[in-house]
């Protein structure tokens, strides 16, 4: 399509804003488009549809076409509307769930979806004002709701927002509802279509009753009741990073007992605009700053922070040196599932039936844990909405103890299904606390974790190649790992390919082909050596993106060979990325 072909298009497209049922903000933004000598906005805006993706919406916020508003978000909401009411015909109200964090329009866009539901004969459960994204899932299950949504778009920059749904188990939703609900979504195609009007007969608002619930069923989790007994006033510094987290995070921290709360009152300012950070990422050393800098003041024991709609958690530990180091998501997750194993099986509480998960991409380490205590675990693709499918299909059968991924998510307990660091900061402080109890610090209790189960660093490497060509050069790229795949990486021999685009796993050595147990495809390969290295690649679902996930495992036999199986992971990692050119 010519640069001429493609204004004639955008212009017709942003005429029908202009010329239809639009209201009369929305029509000056367009108008100011469409008179602007620079033509980058208006195409921006209208070159396509924001794509109702598997997880929901997620765009920068404006008019238009390819822009979060309350039309993009009316249309989301009237597909799943008529949807629910197709799949649940019999049932005699159908209801949902509305919740939404601190980003700019977030309650206006929830307020929408709240009349939209309504409007369509459904019941509506609105929260009164920002929570956690967890509670969301944690309501869908416990109001017995059909549906829910929540308004947040994580952790990307402030002129981002996103619509994000959810199925009747509170989980985000998979096959076949996911591209049933895009199908329907896709039918909206004229503004008129969608039901703005609200029911306030039907809109019920949920507030503190909801949010007790949720604390009292999160304190079950406690497993050392003693430990933090005795060390409730272990020095924590927590931050919400400006969203949702403020709500109930320190809630959760006093309901375990804990009383020395340390904030960072810059951060404890509620802004979608995020002040005091770039970006709010908890990945992110910068994000921590803050944090960090109030933990030295303080001569705190831990560090945490949540991002804006609080579903993933970000700890910084200090070091035998002084220093506060970032723990990455690998690390976060090993130290969860060591911990809750060891206390389980202190308690006596493994029967034979329980069972942890994690993601194809996360830490091996977690594995080893789970295999040395006779623990089952499962491997799930990407996104917490496996990890979901998991937990269902287990239900009533096998006991779910932890489950985790290597992008900072966590969720402890069974009555969410969503990564969920309300509890996840609650339990990492408690394990602080036993840490603490025992006369460590949680960096030595890594340490001590490696020196058992054997030591795990990774290294996540996105190559990014934009347009048609760029689209191109990843698919070649995957496809030249299939049909020639490496045979020896950084010196060790390929032991082990694994083709989640066929569910074929092939023993190199002897040509061995079986199957791979996976709900689904998905367009990954994985490589591992027969010195335990691993490595992941996959094409990015939602971005220009290719991604290589670089896993090297070593040994340690006591604390004091940490540095160097750091150094030498780090030469193994420089090693894996010449070999493949990454």
Not at 120 to 141: M, V
Not at 339 to 366: D, P
Not at 426 to 446: C, V
């Amino acid at each position: 399509m010519t640069q001429n072909e493609l204004l004639k298009k955008v212009t017709e497209r942003a005429q029908v804003w202009l010329d239809g049922n639009y209201d009369a903000e929305t029509k000056a933004e367009v108008k100011k488009m469409l008179e602007a000598e620079d033509k980058t906005e208006l195409i921006e805006s209208f070159y396509k549809d924001l794509e109702f993706g598997t997880g929901g919406l997620r765009g920068i916020m404006g008019a238009g076409t390819n822009k979060m508003n309350i039309y993009t978000v009316g249309s989301a909401t009237q597909g799943l509307s008529n949807y629910l009411i197709s799949q649940f015909p019999d049932l005699p109200q159908i209801s949902v769930v509305i919740g939404h964090d601190c980003r700019n329009n977030s309650r206006k866009f929830a307020e929408m979806v709240a009349n939209i539901f309504s409007a369509n004969g459904i019941k509506a459960y609105l929260f009164e004002d920002l929570r956690p994204t967890p509670e969301i899932s944690f309501a869908i299950r416990y109001l017995g709701c059909q549906s829910g949504v929540i308004i947040t778009a994580s952790h990307n920059p402030k002129e981002y927002n996103g619509f994000k749904a959810y199925w009747n188990d509170g989980a985000q939703m998979i096959a076949p509802h996911d591209v049933n609900v895009i199908n329907a979504v896709n039918e909206i195609k004229d503004v008129n279509d969608i039901k703005f009007e609200g029911n306030k007969d039907l809109i019920e608002i949920l507030g503190e009753d909801m949010d007790n619930i949720y604390l009292e069923r999160i304190k079950s989790i406690i497993v050392s009741p003693e430990a933090i007994e005795r060390n409730k006033d272990l020095k924590i510094v927590y931050t919400p990073i400006h969203g949702t987290g403020i709500k109930l995070v320190p809630d959760a921290l006093r309901a375990f007992g804990f009383t020395n709360i340390i904030n960072v009152p810059e951060q404890d300012v509620i802004s979608g605009n995020f002040p005091t950070v770039i970006s709010p990422n908890p990945e992110e050393p910068a994000a921590l700053a803050m944090a960090v800098e109030k933990a030295k003041e303080t001569d705190a024991d831990i560090v945490m922070a949540t991002d804006p709609d609080s579903d993933r958690i970000g700890v910084a530990v200090k070091a035998e040196n002084g220093e506060w180091i970032l723990l990455n998501g690998n690390q976060i997750l090993v130290i969860f599932i060591y911990y809750l194993i060891t206390r389980w099986k202190e308690l006596g509480k493994l029967k034979g039936k329980e069972y942890v998960v994690k993601t194809i991409v996360s830490t091996e380490v977690m594995a080893d844990i789970a295999r040395k205590n006779n623990v089952e675990y499962y491997d799930c693709f990407t996104g917490f909405k496996w990890i979901a499918d998991v937990m269902r299909k287990n239900e009533g059968i096998k006991t779910y103890i932890g489950g985790g991924e290597e992008s900072y998510g966590f969720l402890a307990e069974d009555f969410v299904r969503d990564k969920d660091a309300v509890s996840a900061c609650a339990l990492m402080a408690e394990i602080a606390a036993w840490a603490k109890d025992k006369g460590n610090t949680l960096h030595e209790l890594l340490q001590d974790i490696y020196v058992e189960y054997g030591y795990g660093k990774e290294k996540g490497i996105s190559i990014v190649r934009k347009g048609k060509s760029g689209a191109e050069e990843i698919a070649k790229i995957m496809a030249d790992y299939r049909s020639n795949p490496p045979k020896e990486i950084a010196g060790s021999k390929v032991a082990i390919i694994k083709d989640y685009k066929t569910l074929k796993m092939t023993d190199v050595a002897s040509g061995k082909i079986s199957d791979l147990d996976m709900p689904a495809t998905s367009n990954v390969l994985q490589f591992f050596t027969e010195d335990g290295t691993k490595i992941s690649v996959r094409p990015s679902g939602t971005e220009p993106k290719i991604k290589f996930y670089i896993e090297v495992r070593g040994k340690m036999k006591s604390r004091a060979d940490f540095a160097a199986a750091e150094a030498k992971a780090d030469e193994k990692i420089n090693a894996v990325r010449k070999d493949l050119g990454v």
